[in-house]
Structures are given as C-alpha cells and as structure tokens.
C-alpha cells in the first residue's frame, strides 16, 4: 500500500481520530470502527493492519526495519494508537461519568453522529443498484437483531475464550457494531473484564489462562478479519460500503436515549447495571425525558459529523 506523507498537521489529526475511537470504545454499543470511517481513516488502517504479513516477517529477519516501518504503515498506526491510549483514559474518567449521570444526553448526542455518519457512509457507494440495496437491508436486520437478542451463557472453556476473543475484535473493526456488545451476548462480559483486571493487578493464574486465550483470539481475528475487509473493499467496494451502512442504521437502536430496563447484571465493581433494554418513546419513560436536551444533543452530534468530514478530507485511500 503507498502510504501517503505525513505532516505534522496529519499526524496531530491521527491523535485526535485517535482519542476519539478511545472515548469509543469505552461506551458498550459504540464502535470505534464507525468513528475511524466517519473521521476518513477507516480503509486505511484495515490495511495497514492487513500489512502484518509474511513479508513483514522477511524485511524484519533481513533487519530492513526502515522498510518494515513503511510496509506496516508505522507513522500511521503510532500516532493512531496513542491517540486511542489517550481517548481510553479520557473515556474512563470522564465518558463513564456521564454515562452515569447523563446517559440521555450521552447516548442522544451518539444517536445524532450515527444518523449522520449513515449518509456519510453511503456516500462511498458508488453505484446503487438491487445488490447495494439487499446489502443495507441485510446490514441493517442483522445489526438490529444483535442489539436485541437474548445473550448466551458463557463458558470458560479455552476454545470458547478464544472464539470470542476473535468475534469481539473482528466486531470493533465494523461500524455500527460493538466489540464490549457482543461480548456482552456472547454471556462473557463478566468473565473477560474482570479477568483482564485480576490478571493485570494481581497476576491471578486462572485470569491469566482467560486473558491468555482471549488475546490468542483478538490477534488472530485481527490479522484474519482485516484480510477479509480489504479483500471485499478490492472486489465488492460498492456492496461492503452498503452492508456496513445497513449496520450503522441497525445500530441505531442501541442509541435510541429512551429505553425501558427489562433485567439487570452485575458489573465487575458488583453493581447493577442494566442488561437488556428495549427502546421506548419518551411519554412512556419513567422519570425526567429532558426532550429539549436530548434533541439538542442529537443535533449538535449531527452537526458534529460535518467537522468529522471535513478533518477525514484527504485521509481515506484505498491503494493497495
């Protein structure tokens, strides 16, 4: 893939794409594969995670690591993963709390930046034709059966660890589709995030075999996945772009700010929190609907995706 040269213009709006997928990717049922496609960069670092390759593998063991820092794209994805390092912090201490103290307003300022990234999204559709239009409605059911399906009960067998470690990346690396989601249907959220902290502070032996085998599964998803991505955006261009708007519109359930909490689960902190949910319009919503705070929101992040648009100008690239 040529990689085109980077200014230090470029490299700070990679931070700040970056932070942005962090932020994300703290909040369950937001993808940050639909922040890097709305801010330009989505086609790009698909590829470049595609580069992690056999040739990869030559340039190293011939020690041609300035050929190897350009095969992989590495400008690129440093700048891009700190930024990310950054948004994750930023999403912790302070997305989280208004997700608990204003989760209207949160989940409406989304909901308005989804609806306006899927014209943004179908834009990259060149032609429409009956595939295109197949490809969003299936997009679209199947991204929508996913925020309202039951979720499985896990299991702590290794083969299964891996299996989700695999769904759950290859999910962050579409729009409209959550990793932290679909780890939450697959009845393994409350395995694997209490896990990962046990065995990062306390270097507890089972947490460690858990985080072991799910981390086996990301990579190995991450690396497969991403070959499959840039395979269908070299050949099938026009129908991915529309299956992944039909995600994003499917998605927009998720985000819905009104929803009715029809059962709870426990958190890694031992708190409830709800689990699943179905959306409602406000007059049937018990407490505050704060209306006016949420349309506004809603259109401030609608608005938002203008700026997006106009920082990915120039970004997204398809060369192989």
């Not at 995670?49 to 593998?57: Q, T, Y």
């Not at 249907?185 to 902290?197: D, E, F, H, Q, S």
Request: aromatic share 14%; net charge neutral.
């Amino acid at each position: 893939m040529n990689q085109p040269k980077e200014k230090p213009t470029d490299r700070l709006g990679l931070l700040w794409r970056g932070a942005a997928m962090g932020v994300a990717e703290v909040i369950p049922g937001v993808s940050g594969g639909t922040i890097a496609f709305i801010t330009g960069i989505y086609e790009r670092l698909i590829f470049a995670i595609r580069s992690f390759d056999v040739e990869l593998v030559r340039l190293l063991r011939q020690k041609q690591w300035p050929a190897a820092w350009r095969h992989v794209d590495g400008p690129f994805l440093l700048f891009l993963l700190l930024g990310m390092a950054m948004g994750l912090v930023a999403g912790v201490f302070g997305v989280t709390h208004l997700l608990e103290n204003y989760p209207l307003l949160l989940w409406a300022f989304f909901f308005g930046l989804i609806v306006a990234s899927v014209r943004h999204v179908a834009g990259y559709v060149t032609h429409w034709g009956w595939p295109q239009v197949l490809a969003v409605v299936g997009g679209t059911a199947l991204s929508y059966y996913i925020t309202v399906a039951t979720p499985a009960q896990g299991i702590d067998a290794g083969w299964f660890i891996f299996l989700c470690g695999f769904i759950a990346i290859s999910a962050l690396m579409l729009p409209g589709i959550s990793g932290s989601f679909m780890l939450l249907l697959l009845g393994m959220y409350t395995t694997v995030i209490p896990a990962v902290k046990n065995a990062l502070t306390a270097l507890d032996p089972d947490s460690l075999r858990i985080l072991a085998f799910f981390a086996a599964g990301a990579l190995i998803g991450l690396l497969t996945f991403s070959r499959v991505l840039s395979w269908l955006f070299k050949h099938y261009h026009d129908t991915t772009m529309a299956v992944l708007t039909g995600f994003m519109i499917g998605s927009l359930n998720k985000l819905w700010p009104w929803k009715e909490v029809l059962s709870w689960r426990e958190n890694s902190k031992g708190e409830l929190v709800p689990f699943l949910e179905r959306s409602i319009w406000p007059t049937q919503y018990e407490g505050d609907p704060q209306v006016l705070a949420v349309v506004a929101c809603m259109v401030l992040g609608f608005g938002l995706v203008w700026l997006f648009e106009r920082l990915g100008q120039g970004q997204n690239t398809t060369d192989a």
